[in-house]
């Protein structure tokens, strides 16, 4: 799908995080601190360039801390493969296969409207 | 003076036992499919093992780090733990198809596909490294078993294994040792009704031994002696020239239908007499993937009424009188035997024990389904006695573990060719064979 002149403007209306451009490790403060335990890695993974699936931009790229730290979970190698699983079913395996999960995740998907779905989920 | 008529005081018992039956591991029911895909079960098997491994590696190395694959070091001597990957040049490959040198592949496909070449490499989540040295033979391990290595990283990037820790036999619950009596749980497999050379005969001689039809009293005395029967796998065989893709006429529906029948009259006479487990095998009508799902109860109208006649999966764990049982129908020690090799199939059999797992090539070369929270397939408990249908001859030993685990394992060999059965004896764990023969000679 080509962009035509007219339409470039709306192509770079969204801004990004890091007008850098590339993977930082830079943490903004409003981030929560992380319990020791979960032992995430921080990496910048979870903030995809503009995914193009099915042909079309794929613009949603509003989300909000909460989903950071779900994202952040879905990343961590520790609990094992994200895909094929909901993020809810994947910590309760975590939690019985005795890795201590964070019980913030859990808050998070049982209680708030968040993705009960990991990033790629569908996608892939 | 004995009287030669039947006397009513002379009718024997069948012996009584406790059975329990612990197969909820191996059901599907309330699994879900989500679309995911093996990666999950092959990483609660890691981390499963891993953390049993993590626990044996202080007492086997003492002074050794433990570290994951992606924190290897060149020339620093560690233990890393994950799972085999054994690359194969014969394996059969999906892609064959679309290779350009059609022509070189021979039409015919070797049984085993072992080659001089194959490689074993170990993974974990953070990455893979090719294993060298002589320590590991390829021709030993297969796809799918996690072990400990001690080793260390080479210049040209490879592990160099120095010595392999396997997770051994799991501790096993002490049998009792108070059983007075002989009694036997008699295993058969491969009775193959429907097939040419299933001789129906033979299996109606067996059924009327285990009744207690046949012989005299000193006969019938060692029939009552049978508290169980377990009949692993293959039971039926359908004739395939019926399965063309088309829709069947009516009667060859009757046809298709007949083994079917005849196993379950067969059955409605044992069930009559004594508890009987059936599990399914490769060529019966029950799912491909391991684990196999208990037949159905209304292929068997007749025998399924009876509280004796227990349809079961395929692997099937029971206790009788507190004697751990664990069997397949054979599929997981066929597999192994297409992907490495040993001097006998009771080899392999020890294996799957060792490496506490009971089909280790599930899901790379044999069908599984994809778990995602737990892998149904380790071996937690030693069973007393350890079994696989569908072998071609009889075999057994008794294996010693390093902490006092006893198991006797047995290869049950198909019942339409050699006419045995298998009989153990709950009270010391030996084993006899029964056969049949029906030649006049």
Known sequence: MA???????????????NITGGISKSKPSSRKVTPKHAATQGSDATQPAALISHGSLDLNDAYDKEEEMLRQFDMNMAYGPCLGMTRLDRWERALRLGMNPPSEIERLLKTEKVQQDCLWQGRV | MESMEIDSDKVQQRKQSNYSYLDERFEIQKEMYRGQQYSQIYFARLHLMRTLLYSFAPTWKPHLPVCKVLGLEEGKECIIVGTLFKHMKLKPCVLDEYSKERSVTPLVKPHNFMHPDDNLILEDESGRVKLGGSALSPAIYVTGVVVALHGKETSAGEFFVEDVLEAGLPPQIERPLDLQEDKYVLLLSGLCIGSTSSNPLQFQLLVDHITGHLGDDEEIGLASQIVHVVIAGNSVEFPRKLFTGQNLASKDQSTLYEPIKELDIMLNQIAAGVSVD??????????????QQPLNRCLFPGSAPYNTFRSCTNPHSFD??????????????????????AESKLDF????????????????TLGCYPFTDRDPFLIETCPHVYFVGNQDKYDNRLLKGSEGQLVRLICIPKFCETGIAVAVNLRNLECHTISFSTQIS
Not at chain 1, 6 to 15: A, H
């Open chain 1, 3 to 17: 962009t035509t002149a007219k339409n470039l403007k709306g192509f770079y209306k969204q801004t990004k995080r």
């Open chain 2, 278 to 291: 059936i599990m399914p095998g490769l060529n019966d009508p029950a799912n491909f993937a391991l684990p």
């Open chain 2, 320 to 341: 009788v009188d507190n004697i751990r049982f664990l069997g397949t129908s054979g599929q997981n020690i066929d597999d192994l035997e297409k992907y490495s090799e």
């Open chain 2, 349 to 364: 059999v020890e294996r799957t024990l060792r490496w506490r797992h009971l089909a280790p090539t599930a899901p790379n």
